[in-house]
């Protein structure tokens, strides 16, 4: 499984996703304190990056 950090644009692994958030029932998963600690004030800012990659991955 591949994920896409919706901060920085990076694919992950899982091995490589470093912490994950549920965003309005949307999972959304970073590379880097960093990037949860961005999403995490600013989720708005990234939600809609998140919703369309992760909904590919799940088509
Ligand atoms: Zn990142």
Same mark, same amino acid.
């Given at each position: 499984?591949? $994920?896409?950090?919706? $901060?920085? /644009? *990076?694919? @992950?692994?899982?091995?490589? $996703?470093?912490?994950?958030?549920?965003?309005? /029932?949307?999972?959304?998963?970073?590379?880097?304190? $960093?990037?949860? /600690? *961005?999403? *995490? #004030?600013?989720?708005? @800012?990234?939600a809609?990056?998140?919703?369309?990659?992760? *909904? #590919?991955?799940?088509?």
């Open positions: 499984m591949i $994920v896409q950090d919706p $901060v920085c /644009g *990076r694919h @992950l692994t899982i091995d490589q $996703v470093f912490a994950s958030a549920d965003h309005e /029932g949307w999972e959304c998963f970073f590379c880097s304190a $960093v990037c949860a /600690g *961005r999403f *995490r #004030k600013q989720p708005a @800012l990234f809609q990056a998140a919703r369309q990659t992760n *909904r #590919k991955q799940d088509a």
